[in-house]
């Protein structure tokens, strides 16, 4: 049951011709009670809102129409998209951010996702993370967010390989070819990411963005043996998936 009893006035017309293509995951990063919240996201000064709000006991709200335009993503891109607030539909979990989601909460989220996924053509491989849009800007919804729980009810994909290995080969990151490779993976994914050949700061940042998703046990940014092999993995996944759609 979805509640419409709040009614953000924090949105705009998404940009004409636009499609819904993605679902924004985020949390609300703020440890304060849930009325407070939703204040927040009434208050017309705060200029931030989202399409739906999910408090800890699974209560749905749906603060802004998904034919309108939430201001949620803020500055972002994805797979070459420059506007994902016009291309998107924003969900935010009430949590602070170093805490687990609960089981009523993801219980609700994955119904809500199945259902806007059917009614709006929106493909399992296009469900992200505000981290994943928002590199070195946004760090939401977090390494405590289940992906692979999502994954699991078809929401997504996630890796089975192991997370743990840590070993690093330096010379990787003395290899202009190398790093290009790593730059190129990442852009395919969707990352905001351009061919330097060198290992420097957007190369970080999108890897620390593409662990919070893939590899949430350590997020460092670095180059390490699971993360290689992980990225390997997810970038022909999603080629295939697109490729076959």
């Known amino acids: 049951m979805i509640s419409h009893k709040y009614k953000s006035p924090n949105y705009s017309d998404r940009v004409k011709d636009s499609k819904i293509e993605f679902i924004i995951i985020h949390y609300t990063g703020v440890d304060m009670q849930f009325h407070k919240v939703i204040n927040w996201f009434l208050d017309e000064r705060s200029r931030v809102s989202c399409h739906f709000l999910i408090d800890t006991s699974g209560k749905i709200y749906n603060l802004v129409d998904i034919s309108k335009r939430a201001w949620h993503a803020g500055k972002s891109f994805w797979n070459n998209c420059v506007d994902i607030n016009s291309n998107s539909i924003g969900i935010e979990l009430h949590n602070a951010g170093n805490e687990d989601f609960t089981a009523h909460q ?33 760090i939401d919804p977090g ?22 290995n840590f070993d690093m080969d330096n010379s990787d990151k003395n290899s202009p070819q190398f790093i290009k490779e790593i730059q190129t993976k990442l ?7 351009y061919k330097s050949g060198v290992f420097d700061t957007q190369t970080v940042e999108a890897l620390k963005a593409f662990q919070r998703h893939w590899r949430p046990v ?9 993360t290689k092999q992980i990225l390997t993995e997810v970038h022909k996944k999603l080629s295939e998936f697109r490729g076959g759609h």
Request: aromatic residues 8%.
């Open 187 to 193: 852009m395919t994914i969707g990352y905001h990411v």
């Open 106 to 138: 993801l219980e609700s989220l994955v119904k809500l996702v199945k259902k806007l996924m059917r009614d709006n053509a929106i493909q399992s491989w296009d469900i992200l993370g505000h981290s994943d849009v928002s590199i070195g800007r946004k």
């Open 143 to 164: 390494v405590k967010f289940p992906w692979q729980h999502l994954a699991k009810e078809k929401i997504g994909f996630f890796s089975d390989l192991s997370q743990e």
């Open 218 to 226: 350590k997020v460092n940014g670095m180059l390490d043996v699971s």
